[in-house]
């Protein structure tokens, strides 16, 4: 038996989906970008907004701050962001990763535990869901995740209402700080003495 500890904040996606997007209007600096929703909408994938760096050379793009991206300001070093997080968005991200895991079992045959920040959940469980979707619509599945997501502390953290999340980018070390309450936002830019504001007439 396997046990693999797994979170699921980091996207993997081809960049050729993407690369059509790749232009100054959304260019953050230092092949970091502003994905806008509907930007995703027209290559099919369903998002909201968010920030990612793109990888040309591994074909991929590493998502850095997830969905919904508030409002964002950046310079040559850093970028700042607030952030709401959408529970669509996280069913949709779980449902792809659970689905990912149900390829993995299918081709090694091999049973095993993964977890979704502290949840066990077994590998043949996620089979027998996704298998039980017979008529294609995915609607197990999709129950699956949201009783994932509902009976989930950190989940049930995140997606408390009106709660708003800060993050700060370094663009040079690619190190992300975040999620982060505004008093530890505020800290943190001290600290590295950034100089950038959000327009808080926005």
């Not at 960049?15 to 209007?25: G, R, T």
């Not at 050379?57 to 070093?77: C, G």
């Not at 968005?89 to 390829?103: A, I, K, Q, V």
Request: charged residues 30%; glycine residues 4%.
């Amino acid at each position: 038996m396997i046990i693999i500890q797994y979170g699921i904040l980091v996207l993997m996606l081809l960049i050729s989906l993407v690369s059509c997007n790749n232009n100054s209007n959304n260019s953050l600096g230092k092949d970091y970008y502003y994905m806008r929703k509907e930007d995703t909408y027209d290559i099919g994938y369903p998002s909201w907004n968010f920030i990612y760096k793109s990888d040309r050379q591994k074909k991929t793009i590493l998502e850095r701050i997830p969905s919904d991206v508030l409002e964002y300001e950046f310079n040559d070093k850093y970028i700042i962001a607030k952030q709401k997080y959408n529970k669509q968005f996280l069913l949709n991200e779980l449902t792809m990763e659970l689905s990912s895991w149900d390829g993995y079992y299918k081709i090694y045959n091999r049973e095993g535990i993964i977890y979704f920040h502290e949840v066990p959940i077994s590998l043949k469980k996620i089979h027998q869901v996704i298998e039980s979707d017979s008529n294609g619509l995915a609607v197990n599945i999709d129950k699956f995740a949201d009783s994932i997501i509902s009976h989930n502390t950190y989940h049930k953290e995140l997606l408390t209402p009106k709660k708003i999340n800060y993050y700060i980018i370094d663009k040079d070390t690619d190190v992300v700080f975040g999620p982060l309450t505004k008093e530890e936002f505020e800290k943190v830019k001290k600290e590295t003495s950034i100089d950038l504001e959000f327009d808080e007439k926005q």
